[in-house]
Nanobody, 118 residues
Framework: QVQLVESGGGLVQPGGSLTLSCVGS????????MTWYRQAPGKERELVAL???????KYGDSMKGRFTISRDNAKNTVYLQMNSLKPEDTAVYYC????????????WGQGTQVTVSS
């Protein structure tokens, strides 16, 4: 079955940390750009972090220095380590896999809720 499954979300206090995981199955994970997006209520979806098959990395501006994306192709997993969390980081976090080879191949996970609150 071709799918992405996120985990690791939850409730955390401001200043705390969480690590999200996204496991892919049914496709050649190592060939895909893996991206974390997030969407807060009433706001547009925004890019959190991207990691390419060659480990090139891009972060959204508000995440730089606080979030770290990594991937383990042997485990078909991409991680998002989030530190110094703020209430404005509260959102549903989605995992995305994307590859272009003559056409676009794209998968989305179901999302995992992250709530930063005291």
């Amino acid at each position: 079955q071709v799918q992405l499954v996120e985990s690791g979300g939850g409730l955390v206090q401001p200043g705390g940390s969480l690590t999200l995981s996204c496991v892919g199955s049914g496709f050649t994970f190592s060939n895909y750009d893996m991206t974390w997006y997030r969407q807060a209520p009433g706001k547009e979806r925004e890019l959190v972090a991207l990691i390419s098959p060659g480990d090139s990395i891009k972060y959204g501006d508000s995440m730089k220095g606080r979030f770290t994306i990594s991937r383990d192709n042997a485990k078909n997993t991409v991680y998002l380590q989030m530190n110094s969390l703020k209430p404005e980081d509260t959102a549903v976090y989605y995992c995305n896999a994307r590859m272009f080879a003559f056409r676009l191949y794209e998968l989305w996970g179901q999302g995992t809720q992250v709530t930063v609150s005291s």
